[in-house]
T-cell receptor, first 112, second 112 residues
Framework: GENVEQHPSTLSVQEGDSAVIKCTYSDSASNYFPWYKQELGKGPQLIIDIRSNVGEKKDQRIAVTLNKTAKHFSLHITETQPEDSAVYFCAASIGSNYQLIWGAGTKLIIKP | DSGVTQTPKHLITATGQRVTLRCSPRSGDLSVYWYQQSLDQGLQFLIQYYNGEERAKGNILERFSAQQFPDLHSELNLSSLELGDSALYFC???????????FGPGTRLTVL
């Protein structure tokens, strides 16, 4: 069946450095790719998303890139700050009703 | 605050029991999704409703059922509870079921 692989499972970076999280999806019909941030004890919060007609999208320190040919997309966070510490999930849509298939999550640790 | 509300926040019960989790979507959203998140695990999609009708089903056990009412709130019923059902249960909503999902704060279920 369809799946989304997310790497790495844990990422530790120095404050101020960049962080990159990568996801690979299997369904070539997927056309919507959101990224969510989940802080401890809270629900996931959408931070950025991209649709298949766009290759890159930026929002301040956060960017997402999509390579449809290779079926992978990545989250880039620049100038990381302590408040970026959280678990990040990628997802890819399947089917016409935008059901999401989720990656397993990446725990991002920002070291002071 | 996403605008999605879930009650109760915490629920502690015993094996074999039945519980009901409640979700109110954002104002104007017609679609509701239910997810299960076990400790340090990813998000498992359970079921989606759109305007009162079941739209998609994921890995939902037969002991679990859900419905969406005319006022668009939704309930997830979990019966014959087992220790392994202990998890965070999230509800998400979207406008038309084909767009961004906004998550509630979750209900933490503990089965003793």
């Amino acid at each position: 069946g369809e799946n989304v692989e997310q790497h790495p499972s844990t990422l530790s970076v120095q404050e101020g450095d960049s962080a990159v999280i990568k996801c690979t999806y299997s369904d070539s019909a997927s056309n919507y790719f959101p990224w969510y941030k989940q802080e401890l004890g809270k629900g996931p919060q959408l931070i950025i998303d991209i649709r298949s007609n766009v290759g890159e999208k930026k929002d301040q320190r956060i960017a997402v890139t999509l390579n449809k040919t290779a079926k992978h997309f990545s989250l880039h966070i620049t100038e990381t700050q302590p408040e970026d510490s959280a678990v990040y999930f990628c997802a890819a849509s399947i089917g016409s009703n935008y059901q999401l298939i989720w990656g397993a999550g990446t725990k991002l640790i920002i070291k002071p | 605050d996403s605008g999605v509300t879930q009650t109760p926040k915490h629920l502690i019960t015993a094996t074999g029991q039945r519980v009901t989790l409640r979700c109110s979507p954002r104002s104007g959203d017609l679609s509701v999704y239910w997810y299960q998140q076990s400790l340090d695990q990813g998000l498992q999609f359970l079921i989606q409703y759109y305007n009162g009708e079941e739209r998609a089903k994921g890995n939902i056990l037969e002991r679990f059922s859900a419905q969406q009412f005319p006022d668009l709130h939704s309930e997830l019923n979990l019966s014959s509870l087992e220790l392994g059902d202990s998890a965070l249960y999230f509800c998400a909503s979207s406008v038309a079921g084909i767009d961004t999902q906004y998550f509630g704060p979750g209900t933490r279920l503990t089965v003793l």
